[in-house]
């Protein structure tokens, strides 16, 4: 299992995008105002806690105000050693 590293929520400004990120335990969230056209990486660090196989979760985004604009990312294994 996995936990993430930064369990505060905060603003951050990053690569030109600021954005709102909430961290939970069970998933980080990330609010943005303004999402120009492009393609963008969000990473964040967690610890493992326990060795074995695991199925990652996905990444999904969704347009608050019309929320028939959305889309989500394939999950995938992941081994701890």
Known sequence: MT???NVLSRGKYQDGLYYYES?????S???????PKGVYVFE???R?????RYQTGIASIQC???PEFNSHSES????VN
Not at 23 to 27: C, E, I, L, S, V
Not at 29 to 35: E, T
């Open 3 to 5: 936990e993430p590293v």
């Open 23 to 27: 961290t939970r335990d069970t998933a």
């Open 29 to 35: 969230h990330f609010f943005i105002h303004y999402l």
């Open 44 to 46: 964040y660090s967690v």
């Open 48 to 52: 493992v806690q326990l060795k074995g």
């Open 64 to 66: 608050m105000y019309a």
């Open 76 to 79: 995938f294994d992941l081994e």
